[in-house]
C-alpha cells in the first residue's frame, strides 16, 4: 500500500484544517487506517482510526470531539478532519494503514505501511 498524505498548513488557533490521505496499491478493505502525529524529539501520538470494512472508528482522548475521521471509498481515501486546531496541535501529521486485526489497531507498531507525514502548524 503506497500512502500519500496532503492538506497540511498553517492555520491560526481556533481554526480548522481537513488532511487527506490517498492510498494506492491495494483494496483498503482488509486494512484499519490510522493518523499520528509526531513533534521533533518525541513519541508518535496515535489520534484516530477507522476499520475501512465497517467504517468503525476509535479516538484518542486528546482529540476525540475535534477531530473526525471519514472515509470516501470512491477515490480510496481517509480523511481528518480537525476542529478548534490549537497550537499544541502543531506537528507532522501522518497516516497509516494497518491490516485488520480482531481490535481497530491504535498503536504505531501496529501499522505496516505509513505515509511521507504534512506538517501541520497553529499560531497562536
Known amino acids: 500500500v503506497q500512502l500519500q498524505a496532503s492538506g497540511g498548513g498553517l492555520v491560526q488557533a481556533g481554526g480548522s484544517l481537513r488532511l487527506a490521505c490517498a492510498a494506492s496499491?491495494?483494496?483498503?478493505?482488509?486494512?484499519?487506517m490510522g493518523w499520528f502525529r509526531q513533534v521533533p524529539g518525541k513519541e508518535r501520538e496515535f489520534l484516530a482510526a477507522?476499520?475501512?470494512?465497517?467504517?468503525?472508528?476509535s479516538y484518542a482522548g486528546s482529540v476525540k470531539g475535534r477531530f473526525t475521521i471519514s472515509r470516501d471509498s470512491a477515490k480510496n481515501t481517509v480523511y481528518l478532519q480537525m476542529y478548534s486546531l490549537k497550537p499544541e496541535d502543531t506537528a507532522i501529521y501522518y497516516c497509516?494503514?494497518?491490516?485488520?486485526?480482531?481490535?481497530?489497531?491504535?498503536?504505531?507498531?501496529?501499522?505496516?505501511?505509513w505515509g511521507q507525514g504534512t506538517q501541520v502548524t497553529v499560531s497562536s
Open positions: 497509516a494503514a494497518s491490516i485488520s486485526a480482531w481490535y481497530i489497531a491504535t498503536s504505531e507498531g501496529s501499522y505496516d505501511y
Open positions: 477507522l476499520r475501512w470494512s465497517v467504517g468503525r472508528t
Open positions: 496499491g491495494r483494496t483498503l478493505s482488509s486494512y484499519d
